[in-house]
């Protein structure tokens, strides 16, 4: 498997993920049940650079299999 794909891959899961953590009302549900309300207030600090990191990653390994497919093309005499 191509190594940008798997870039391409991660990053989108790690964006999917922390959206979902983000604006799931569940999550705090979840803490709150298992007694774990402190963290509810810091989720914010961790999910979102997680998410701008994971856009980033993607946009990184887009560029990445832009620029290889450019250089595999062969050029017109």
Do not use: E, H
Request: overall charge positive; hydrophobic content about 55%.
């Amino acid at each position: 498997m191509d190594r940008n794909i798997k870039l391409i891959g991660t990053g989108v899961a790690g964006a999917l993920l922390s959206v979902l953590c983000c604006f799931t009302p569940l999550l705090v549900v979840l803490l709150s049940a298992v007694g774990l309300t402190v963290f509810v207030a810091k989720l914010d600090y961790l999910l979102i650079p997680v998410f701008v990191a994971s856009i980033g990653l993607v946009i990184f390994a887009l560029v990445r299999r832009r620029r290889s497919c450019a250089a595999k093309t062969p050029q017109p005499n």
